[in-house]
């Protein structure tokens, strides 16, 4: 049906005669141009509205203005949000009409902040770059800024039950998952830390786990780590409520997990346990791999390099070179496993620590590599390659073999080479075009060994771990050298020192050596700022700057508790998180900083 246009009987009103006055009107809007005629038309559908007569024939008067060429329509939407926004003033408590003002992408006034013009997407990625420290602050700026921040902070949540702990955060969270279903869909990701003796309290802190485990509704990854360790009852539980999970991670002393192998879909799978004598068999690690052929992209094995073990049957399965990440930690590499990574040419990230049982054989297959019209034959898409290495610190072949290999790979992002020499990995840096995160040894550093790293490196570095034996002057008054890197948002200078133990000295000189502790660590931050972290001989701080330029708190993070490997503790992006992972080598018997 074609388009109605308005009549001089609809104009006049209805059942009216066409009177003089009518009738001149009608040649007085004759007369006016396009643009003024459709004004006329907005004003007296605004007026119809206004005096409650709205109904077909206003609708047709806004169909025809909005449909006149050439005309400026931003008066009528600026007016529309002027409406909402007068109404959501009125009525803040109007959730449907505060939701679509976030959402709608209406005209904003140039008078208006930056802060109120920019939509809710572009505030979601600034979120994103915010460290979860900072990011908290959000929570009482406005609605608006809470649910976004609500939904990043809440993505993860990292829950501690053990003997030692205060219970009351863990079982809060359970009762609000089950009565809050919008609060219990912002958690995707899972952790539970356990380190309980087999007792009642255990008992009774599982039955209430499984109780809430259904509320969680958008659940898409899962990680139980510490002791006791999951088992088949709780394996089964985890896959009547969330069988479709895309990470599963197991970490502890034993690999307890029996019927793991039933999870279909996953895309990535850890398996960390000091020992192969649990109640699952290691057979279903291959089960598991097999089983997930099509959807796992990301492994990782750890095992306790002072037990014997073996990898070799579960690299056996096709899903290896499927693989886009594998990390194999402290545990043993034998030549089967390291030819099987060989043909894993989807891998981008590689980590390899702990022994390999043929060093030799190792140097071959690094050495085999080849660079042909630009690409690599061995792991061509690497972009993220740790290597640390435990008991081959004089196998200089070896280290060679592996900087020759490193050579020409502009698409690397993140490197560690452990205790690789460093005139070693001085040689490869340079080429290391798109570098971002670098954790590197220099044994004796000085200005000049310090200069020639700076000028080896690219300028946006974002995350530096610079470790040292022998330091020629105090190692924080280094960190001003680094002013060269804008991007830097984390810094750690390692020293292999420990804080000053009050068992060890008089309470006065106690006192003195803290605070010089502290002192010296707060300089890098006050000499850097640009920095969000500061690392300081294994220790981790978030700076806290106040409103002028020198006032500058550090407040400490978390150290690593049992086997948690500080997954919990927030370093703001991933390239920091990926250069201060603390479990490598995860040590079973000391708790706390020492580990580090």
């Not at 869909?185 to 309290?201: F, G, I, T």
């Not at 002013?483 to 984390?490: D, Q, T």
Request: aromatic content about 8%; hydrophobic content about 40%.
């Amino acid at each position: 049906m074609p388009p109605r246009t308005p009549t001089a009987n609809a104009l006049a009103g209805p059942s009216q005669p066409q009177d003089e006055l009518t009738a001149t009107v009608f040649g007085a809007v004759e007369s006016l141009s396009q643009v003024r005629k459709a004004n006329f038309l907005l004003e007296t559908s605004l007026a119809l509205i206004e005096a409650g007569r709205y109904g077909d024939e206003v609708e047709n008067y806004l169909e025809v203005y909005l449909r006149t060429p050439n005309l400026e329509k931003k008066d009528l939407l600026a007016r529309a949000q002027q409406d909402f926004q007068a109404v959501a003033k009125l009525d803040p408590s109007n959730r449907e009409l505060q939701g679509y003002l976030r959402r709608s992408n209406m005209i904003h006034f140039v008078d208006e902040p930056a802060s109120q013009r920019a939509p809710p997407e572009i505030w979601e990625l600034i979120a994103r770059f915010i460290p979860r420290y900072h990011l908290r602050t959000w929570l009482f700026v406005s609605a608006f800024h809470r649910e976004i921040a609500v939904r990043l902070i809440f993505h993860t949540v990292d829950i501690y039950f053990g003997e030692d702990q205060d219970l009351n955060r863990g079982l809060d969270i359970f009762d609000r998952v089950k009565t809050d279903p919008v609060f219990a869909s912002r958690v995707k990701a899972l952790r539970l830390h356990w380190a309980y003796e087999e007792n009642d309290m255990f008992d009774l802190m599982t039955r209430m786990f499984k109780s809430a485990l259904p509320s969680f509704n958008a659940l898409r990854e899962f990680e139980w780590i510490g002791y006791p360790e999951l088992r088949a009852e709780m394996v089964q539980a985890v896959m009547q409520t969330h069988p479709h999970l895309h990470t599963l991670g197991l970490i502890g002393w034993h690999f307890d997990a029996v019927g793991v192998s039933a999870f279909r879909g996953l895309r990535k799978f850890i398996l960390r346990a000091e020992d192969d004598d649990g109640f699952a068999d290691m057979g279903e690690v291959r089960t598991v791999l097999d089983q997930n052929q099509g959807t796992l992209r990301h492994l990782t094995l750890g095992a306790y390099l002072e037990r014997n073990h073996s990898w070799d049957h579960a690299f056996q399965s096709a899903t290896i070179r499927n693989l886009t990440h594998l990390e194999l930690v402290d545990t043993r590499i034998s030549h089967v496993v390291l030819a099987r990574i060989a043909h894993a040419h989807r891998l981008e990230s590689l980590t390899l620590h702990g022994t390999f049982e043929e060093p030799c054989s190792a140097s071959v297959v690094f050495g085999s590599d080849h660079v042909i019209d630009g690409v690599h034959t061995f792991l061509p898409h690497l972009e993220e390659f740790r290597f640390i290495m435990v008991g081959h610190d004089d196998d200089l072949n070896l280290f060679q073999s592996v900087t020759q290999f490193l050579r020409q790979r502009p698409r690397l992002r993140r490197l560690d080479l452990g205790c690789c020499p460093w005139d070693l990995v001085q040689s490869v840096l340079p080429a290391l075009t798109e570098l971002r995160a670098l954790r590197v040894r220099i044994a004796n550093l000085t200005d000049a060994s310090l200069r020639a790293l700076l000028n080896a490196i690219p300028s946006a570095m974002t995350a530096i771990h610079l470790e040292t034996a022998v330091s020629s002057k105090p190692i924080h008054e280094y960190a001003s050298a680094f002013s060269i890197f804008p991007s830097l948002s984390m810094l750690h200078l390692n020293g292999n020192r420990r804080r000053p133990q009050p068992n060890l000295l008089s309470d006065k000189e106690f006192q003195v050596q803290t605070e010089l502790w502290a002192s010296s660590a707060r300089s890098i931050a006050q000499m850097l700022p640009a920095l969000d972290f500061v690392g300081w001989h294994g220790e981790h701080y978030v700076v806290v700057r106040g409103s002028s330029s020198d006032k500058v708190e550090l407040k400490e993070l978390p150290s690593r508790r049992r086997l948690d490997c500080a997954k919990g503790v927030d370093l703001g992006t991933e390239d920091a998180a990926w250069t201060e992972r603390k479990d490598l080598p995860m040590d079973y018997e000391v708790a706390g900083l020492q580990q580090t």
